[in-house]
């Protein structure tokens, strides 16, 4: 087969990562001083020689996130097919903007999106689109909203707008949103910052009493984010409640599940996720827990109408529509030219199958579960609340700083430290790869218990 070698490199890489170190132990001039001794870019260098050079570099001066001890951010081991498919990617450059250049790249994203919209509950008439990322599928929606909340905000901007508009989200929110309020003329200060409860979702109550004053004050409210799996400690706000209150009160009501969407796959986690059907619009990021190459984020909408009057141009320099066919992306998205993102997801589900996925998931929760009893039975205090693959602990006289130096020092795990509704840092553990196991959890927690024992006292 073609891609025979691709797949063989793959695994051994794989391997050889698993058993080698996570943590680098590197600074910026030595880094600075190889590139500056080799790459003046005067004369041209051997191809094979170049390749060498930068995949050790990468081995030596990274901090592995397909590591099966990795345990950080959302960056996950990825799936051979999906690498096979940004290799395929690479080698045609299709350029999504318009149908009638690449017919089949753009179909088989639609058809792609089309099925997670499907499990996400969203009409049929619903329209989606790849994005370079959750940060862009969470502006989209900001736009979208306020072209349908506002009318003359495309054409005249905020001065169209009477009454200064505001958006309502939790502090434990993606903080992509006080970029997008900058980005978008609303300023940071149209962001209103709603009370969150003891495990971390946003307080309705707090949210109303804020609405009902911000209209009695002349402001303009428009738009809820609730957020399936907070990037802190993975809750999950709650989405039924809030599409009824956003329905009573007229405000688009946009689910930010840039992580924690993948669960709706699962018949297991699908129900944490319930009322995500009635959002006007979605994120998801496919490039974390669908486990495929960075970039992949994804965003849906119910009201095809807003997204094209959001982002709708015309010029003549562009092939013209196909009749018969989908819009073209270029009309319908924040991004112009654009890479065939979809495929790596398309190639990924289309060789495991649904069943594939709901495994990796499911046993990506499994061990999540696995991880919070070791935690406990080894006396860590779990202080988060989330049935998605997050754990945040601590125990009293912790020093996180202090503590994670040792671990990545040790090799024993990545780790990150969080503030959860302004308290004081702890551990961060997130499952990120479908290839963590049992033993890694042992490893671990025991090691830890060693590390905390006679190392840190």
Sequence with gaps: MAFEEILSRAAKLEAAIASGPIVPAVTPPEIRRHLAARYDFTKPLALDDVVADVERMLRMWQVQVTHPRYLGLFNPSVTPASIVADTLVAMYNPQLATWRTSPAANEIERHTLGWLAGKFGLPAHAIASFTSGGAEANLSAVVVALTRAFPDYGEHGLRGIAASPVMYVTSEAHHSFSKIAHMTGLGRRAISTVATDRDLKMDL?????????????????????????????????????????????????????????????????????????????????????????????????RHPDAVGRAFRVETSYMPGK???????????????????????????????????????????????????????????????????????????????ARFLAALYQRQIAWMSEVRLADGPPVMRACITSYRTTEADIDRVVSEMARLDAFELR
């Design 205 to 301: 109550g707090d949210l109303a009493r804020r609405v009902a004053e911000d209209r009695r004050d002349g402001l303009a409210p428009f738009m809820v984010v609730g957020t399936a799996g907070t990037t802190g400690a993975g809750a999950i706000d709650p989405l039924p409640e809030l599409a009824r209150f956003c329905r009573a009160e007229d405000l688009w009501f946009h689910v930010d599940a840039a992580w924690g969407g993948a669960a709706i796959v699962s018949p297991r986690l699908r129900g944490h996720l319930a009322g995500i059907d009635a959002a006007d619009s979605i994120t998801c990021d496919a490039h974390k827990w669908f486990s495929v190459p960075m970039a992949a984020g994804m965003f849906f909408c």
């Design 322 to 400: 196909t009749a018969g066919t989908t819009v073209d992306p270029y009309t319908t998205s924040v991004q112009w030219s654009r890479r065939f993102i979809g495929l790596k997801l398309f190639l990924a589900l289309a060789e495991r199958g649904e069943s594939g996925y709901v495994e990796m998931i499911e046993h990506q929760a499994y061990i999540g579960d696995m991880l919070r009893e070791s935690l406990r039975r080894a006396g860590w205090r779990i202080v988060n609340a989330s049935p998605l693959p997050v754990v945040c602990f601590t125990r009293d006289g912790l020093e996180t």
